[in-house]
């Protein structure tokens, strides 16, 4: 009697356990920002960094709905408790009050020319009376050093600009002498995409001006959350899950 007692006070422990995760699960509100193919579309709501946060999340039961609207709206509200989550953060942009993820994805941005621009860059400095096309916020994003090269002199307004990223890779191909700033797989989707209407034939070089990759994260308000996340991503990787994803994007 004693054994069959155990086994089933154990089975209602472990009944008990599984309710517990069950009751915690929840629907996840995540902000995503700016359109960038193959990472994120907006208006078809997907994308690779959708799908990676939205898998991880599910692995311990949790929903994701995406709210994708501009990254400094997205920011405020955050801070005001309007949004469970927001993704696309850099591992630097942590801040108190929420709990940071490992980081899920990894951006490999160049400054990329053509080749018949003979352009010689080297590290930020080269940069200097260049016309440069960043994304939206890179100022911010690259730090005092880069912000400080790109300030465009007295009477050479116009030299640098930022944009959301359809428009960043339209210019470079119109401009002959423009240098783009941008992660390697989004700016060969780009390309992919628009010489349907514009000659992306030249060849182009990329200057390996920054230093590794930029990771990114999800702040989350809820510990336990971004937990279950943390195990979920790591769960896509161990399985060669994450990597499959990856490869449905990125030929």
């Known amino acids: 009697m004693k054994m069959v007692r155990d086994s089933l006070i154990l089975s209602l422990c472990i009944l008990l356990g599984l309710g517990a995760r069950v009751a915690i699960a929840a629907e996840v509100q995540v902000g995503f920002g700016q359109q960038k193919p193959p990472f994120v579309f907006i208006e078809e709501k997907r994308g690779l960094e959708l ?6 999340l599910a692995y311990r039961g949790h929903t994701m709905q995406a709210t994708l609207l501009p990254k400094r709206r997205l920011q405020r509200m955050l801070h005001a408790k ?26 490999n941005n160049f400054a990329i020319s053509k080749l018949s621009a003979n352009h010689v860059i080297n590290s930020f400095e080269d940069l200097r009376g260049k016309r440069v096309l960043a994304w ?55 390309r992919q995409q628009l010489s349907i209407s514009l000659d992306t034939s030249e060849e182009v070089v990329l200057h390996p001006i920054f230093e ?6 999800v702040a989350f308000h809820n510990e336990v959350i971004r937990n279950d996340f943390d195990a979920g991503l790591a769960q896509l990787h161990s399985t060669g899950r994450y990597q499959a994803l990856v490869e449905s994007y990125i030929k």
């Open 51 to 56: 799908d990676l946060v939205r898998e991880a």
């Open 82 to 107: 309007k949004l469970d989550g927001m993704a696309s953060l850099r591992i630097s942009e942590s801040s108190p009050g929420v709990y940071f993820s490992a980081p899920y994805i990894t951006f």
């Open 212 to 217: 590794g990759g930029s990771r990114y994260g």
């Open 136 to 190: 939206p916020n890179a100022r911010k994003d690259l730090g005092a050093d880069f912000a400080r090269v790109v300030v465009p002199p007295v009477g050479m307004r116009g030299l640098y600009s930022e944009h959301e990223q359809t428009e960043q890779n339209r210019f470079f191909w119109r401009y002959p002498n423009a240098v783009i700033l941008i992660d390697k797989s989004i700016f060969g989707w780009f």
